[in-house]
């Protein structure tokens, strides 16, 4: 059995930036549909690579992202693309790149339709995996089932984010039960 997320990080033998990502943002909800986009682009730049590599260029992935700016991002021309495709501070994978400013038209459509991407996504909770993974290959593009699972775990959407004796698991029911 492999060691969890939980575990690797509280033994302190995983980099600093998971430290703050797992005590801070996995597992927890957001409504902010930039911070939504941004989860979605980083958890489509990971796929083939290690989530620290993604968390070390994170600073890079805002920037040339433009803060996760929906409008800005689907605007982005084939110059913009392009200069995606050269910016070292991201991941430099033409799908990847395509696949973002692609996904934030998609989520813009969804913003038209459902008022946000957070409330689109708050009609389908309680889906099971397989529901979940069906809807996103219908909605986006490269979202794949792995990129699917992590995206609704690191926003608690899906169970499972943390060990259930992790104290961060407690700080988001507490958090959780304040919202309700």
């Known amino acids: ?43 489509i730049n990971q796929a083939g690579l290690s989530w620290e590599i993604i968390l070390k260029k994170r600073a890079g992935f805002t920037a040339a992202y433009a803060n996760f700016d929906l409008e800005t991002v689907a605007a982005f021309t084939l110059e913009d693309e392009a200069l995606l495709l050269s910016d070292v501070g991201i991941i430099r994978n033409k799908l990847k790149v395509k696949a973002a400013i692609e996904n934030a038209k998609r989520i813009l459509e969804l913003q038209q339709k459902y008022g946000s991407f957070s409330a689109w996504l708050e009609l389908h909770r309680g889906l099971d995996l397989m529901a979940w993974k069906k809807l996103f290959k219908q909605t986006f593009v490269f979202t ?14 899906l169970g499972g984010a943390h060990d259930a004796d992790c104290p961060v698991q407690q700080k988001i029911l507490e958090l959780l039960s304040t919202q309700k």
């Open 1 to 43: 059995m492999s060691e969890s997320y939980c575990s690797a990080v509280r033994s302190g033998r995983l980099h600093a930036v998971h430290v703050a990502y797992h005590n801070l943002e996995y597992g927890f909800p957001s409504t902010d549909d930039s911070v939504l986009f941004e989860r979605l682009i980083l958890e």
């Open 144 to 157: 794949g089932g792995e990129i699917v699972n992590e995206f609704l775990m690191s926003l608690g959407f």
